[in-house]
C-alpha cells in the first residue's frame, strides 16, 4: 500500500459538476481549503455531453447558482447547454480551485483522517465531500440477449444529435423524461422510432392552468406549508388527456411507473406517426427484438434511457447503512424532509440538522447532491452545500479543540 502524505487542504471535494462547484464555492466563503477533483477533462462534464434537446423540467428562478440568474434568453426552462454555460460562467466569477483528469480510486477512514487515493498516489484529508451525483453510472436493464444484439447500442448519455440515427429503425428502451425526449428528437430524423413503456406512462401539463410549477409553488409558499403541500400536489397532477387511444396507457392502478413526463411532445409525436410506443423488449437476438407482447421486430439502433447508479459506491471502500424505512413521497414545498438514502445514498446523520449532510457513523464523511425532489435537484444543491459548509466547519473547529 502507498503512504498517504498529509493533503495541504483541508477538505476534498470530489466531483465538478454543479454539486461540487456549490459546495466549493460554500467552502469559499467559510474560508476553509479545500481542493475539487473530477475524473473528466471539463467542468460539468455530464451537461457538457447531454443531448441537445435536453431542457431542464426545474424554472430558470430556482435552479441557478448563488448570486448568478440565467439572462433572460434562456427562457423560462434552460437547456442543458445554457446551464453548462451557466456553470462556467459561475467558475469564471468565482475562482475555484479544480484539479481535472483525478480520478479518486478509494476513500477510507485512516487515523482519525480520510485517505485518499487518486492517480497512483495517496493523501490524508480532514474531511471529504462526495459530490458525484446520480449520473455518473449508466445503468443497463437485464434483458436476455441484449449483448448480442447486432445493431448499435447506447446509453442515453451517449445520444447527442437526432442525425445519429437518420434513417435507421430505433427503438429506445425506458419512458422517463430521458427515453421521451431522446424518442420525440430521433422521430425526427429515423426511418421509424418505438418508445418501450413497461409499465404505463403519465403525461402531466408543464403549464398548468396556464403557470409553470414553479410558479405555483411561488404562490404556495405564501400559504400555510399543509396548505401549500396540497395545492401544489393538485396542480402539478393536471394530466394530458387523449393519449390512450395512440397507446400511450397509463400505469394500472397500484403500479408505480418511471418518473412522468411534463410536456405534449411526446403525444404530438405518436399522433404524427413520428414515434410509435411499443410493450417492454424481453429477448435480443442479433437485429430482432422480441417485445412482451410476443411480437418480434428488427431495429439498427437501441437506446437505453434506463437510469444511472450513483458511482459513489465505486471509491467509498466503507460500510454504508441505508434507510429501510417506506419510501413516502414528500410534499413539494417540504423538501427538506425527503426519503433519507434514496437513490441508493447512504443514510445521513440528522441529529445535528434535519438535512444533515454527514454520513452516519463516519465523523468527516459528507454527501452532497442527494435530494431531486422538492424544489428540484439544483436548488437543493445550493442548500445542501451550504449546510455541509457549516457543519464541516463546525467539525473541523471541534478537532482543534476551539
Known amino acids: 500500500m502507498v503512504a498517504a502524505q498529509r493533503a495541504a487542504e483541508d477538505v476534498l471535494i470530489i466531483g465538478a459538476g454543479p454539486a461540487g462547484i456549490v459546495s466549493a464555492y460554500y467552502m469559499q466563503q467559510a474560508g476553509l481549503s479545500y481542493r475539487v477533483v473530477d475524473r473528466a477533462g471539463v467542468i460539468g462534464s455530464t451537461w457538457d455531453s447531454l443531448y441537445p434537446s435536453l431542457r431542464l423540467n426545474t424554472s430558470r428562478f430556482y435552479s441557478h447558482l448563488p448570486g448568478l440568474r440565467f439572462p433572460l434568453r434562456a427562457g423560462l426552462f434552460p437547456s442543458g447547454r445554457q446551464y453548462h454555460e451557466h456553470l462556467l460562467a459561475f467558475v469564471r466569477r468565482h475562482p475555484l480551485h479544480i484539479q481535472l483528469h483525478t480520478t479518486v480510486q478509494r476513500v477510507a477512514p485512516e487515523g482519525g483522517l480520510w485517505r485518499v487515493e ?11 465531500i462526495a459530490a458525484t451525483g446520480i449520473f455518473g453510472g449508466p445503468v443497463r436493464p437485464d434483458i ?6 447486432s445493431g448499435t447500442l447506447l446509453h442515453a448519455h451517449d445520444f447527442k444529435h437526432p442525425e445519429q440515427v437518420r434513417g435507421q429503425r430505433v ?4 419512458s422517463g423524461p430521458s427515453g421521451v425526449d431522446i424518442a420525440v428528437a430521433a422521430g425526427q430524423t ?15 401539463r408543464r403549464y398548468p392552468y396556464g403557470l409553470p410549477q414553479h410558479a405555483w409553488l411561488l404562490l404556495g409558499l405564501l400559504l400555510p406549508r399543509p396548505w401549500c403541500n396540497r395545492l401544489i400536489r393538485r396542480l402539478t397532477k393536471v394530466e394530458i388527456g387523449g393519449g390512450e387511444r395512440y397507446g400511450l396507457k397509463k400505469p394500472p392502478p397500484g403500479v408505480e411507473a418511471v418518473t412522468a413526463y411534463q410536456g405534449p411532445e411526446l403525444l404530438q409525436a ?9 410493450p417492454a423488449p424481453v429477448q435480443v437476438d442479433g437485429p430482432c427484438v422480441t417485445f412482451a407482447d410476443a411480437s418480434t421486430r428488427e431495429f439498427d439502433t437501441v437506446i437505453l434511457a434506463t437510469g444511472y447508479r450513483p458511482v459513489l459506491h465505486d471509491y467509498l471502500a466503507i460500510p454504508m447503512e441505508y434507510d429501510s424505512s417506506p ?20 443514510l445521513l446523520d440528522r441529529q445535528q440538522h434535519p438535512n444533515g449532510r454527514q454520513v452516519q457513523g463516519c465523523p468527516g464523511l459528507y454527501v452532497v447532491g442527494v435530494y431531486y425532489k422538492g424544489k428540484g435537484a439544483l436548488y437543493n444543491m445550493n442548500v445542501e452545500a451550504r449546510i455541509a459548509a457549516d457543519q464541516i466547519a463546525a467539525y473541523l473547529r471541534a478537532a482543534a479543540g476551539q
Open 171 to 174: 427503438l429506445v428502451v425506458g
Open 144 to 149: 436476455r440477449g441484449l449483448a448480442s444484439f
Open 190 to 204: 429515423a426511418a421509424r422510432v418505438e418508445i418501450a413503456i413497461r409499465s404505463g406512462i403519465t403525461l402531466y
Open 327 to 346: 419510501w413516502r413521497a414528500p410534499g413539494a414545498c417540504d423538501w427538506e424532509i425527503g426519503p433519507n438514502g434514496q437513490r441508493g445514498f447512504p
Open 118 to 128: 487518486m492517480n497512483g498516489r495517496a493523501w490524508l484529508y480532514r474531511a471529504v
Open 270 to 278: 405518436v399522433r404524427a406517426g413520428r414515434v410509435q410506443p411499443a
